[in-house]
């Protein structure tokens, strides 16, 4: 019998979605705070500007701003504020798109692509570390069955949005 399931034969409508998402979540606080503290002390870049330094470092011709928040999930205010402090350290510039004279592209400069580069080798040093002792076929079982879980719930918001 799953784990979850143990304590209740039947379990209550919605007690095992709601363990769920609190397992998730207290896992993605752990390792959030611990990267985040590693990376600030090092470096001095919360997780979101790492965040940020790494969707540009995907795209090396940069993203609309509009893009970038999409990418991130996070609103365009959450966006505008990282931009300016990354402009203020010079680690991202920012110019008026070409083809979209209402839209601006930011890009790693090389200062940003150096910190950048740097920054993502103690990101994964550091959940190396602190995944190291789990075996790694269960760390396997574990993204398929998160990429399974996500996958359906994408396809089902999909048929949520069409029927609306």
Same mark, same amino acid.
């Given at each position: 019998?799953?784990?979850?399931?143990?304590?209740?034969?039947?379990?209550? !409508?919605?007690?095992?979605?709601?363990?769920?998402?609190?397992?998730?979540?207290?896992?993605?606080?752990?390792?959030?705070?611990?990267?985040?503290?590693?990376? +600030?002390?090092?470096? %001095?870049?919360?997780?979101?500007?790492?965040?940020?330094?790494? !969707?540009?470092?995907?795209?090396?011709? %940069?993203?609309?701003?509009?893009?970038?928040?999409?990418?991130?999930?996070?609103?365009?205010?959450?966006?505008?504020?990282?931009?300016?402090?990354?402009?203020?350290?010079?680690?991202?510039? *920012?110019?008026?798109?070409?083809?979209?004279?209402?839209?601006?592209?930011?890009?790693?400069?090389?200062? %940003?692509?150096?910190?950048?580069? *740097?920054?993502?080798?103690?990101?994964?040093?550091?959940?190396?570390?602190?995944?190291?002792?789990?075996?790694?076929?269960?760390?396997?079982?574990?993204?398929?069955?998160?990429? +399974?879980?996500?996958? *359906?719930?994408?396809?089902?918001?999909?048929?949520? +949005?069409?029927?609306?």
């Amino acid at each position: 019998m799953p784990a979850a399931l143990k304590d209740n034969v039947v379990p209550v !409508q919605g007690q095992i979605e709601t363990r769920l998402w609190l397992q998730l979540l207290s896992l993605h606080g752990e390792l959030f705070a611990s990267l985040n503290s590693v990376l +600030s002390s090092e470096f %001095g870049l919360s997780l979101a500007k790492f965040d940020v330094l790494a !969707q540009l470092d995907r795209y090396p011709d %940069g993203l609309a701003l509009g893009q970038l928040s999409q990418n991130l999930k996070v609103s365009g205010g959450n966006v505008s504020g990282l931009v300016q402090r990354l402009l203020a350290d010079d680690l991202i510039s *920012k110019a008026m798109s070409s083809e979209d004279r209402r839209s601006f592209i930011v890009r790693l400069t090389p200062k %940003g692509a150096a910190l950048f580069r *740097k920054a993502a080798d103690v990101h994964k040093r550091h959940l190396s570390t602190r995944l190291e002792n789990i075996p790694a076929q269960e760390l396997d079982t574990a993204l398929g069955v998160l990429r +399974s879980l996500s996958s *359906k719930i994408r396809t089902e918001s999909k048929k949520q +949005s069409r029927r609306k």
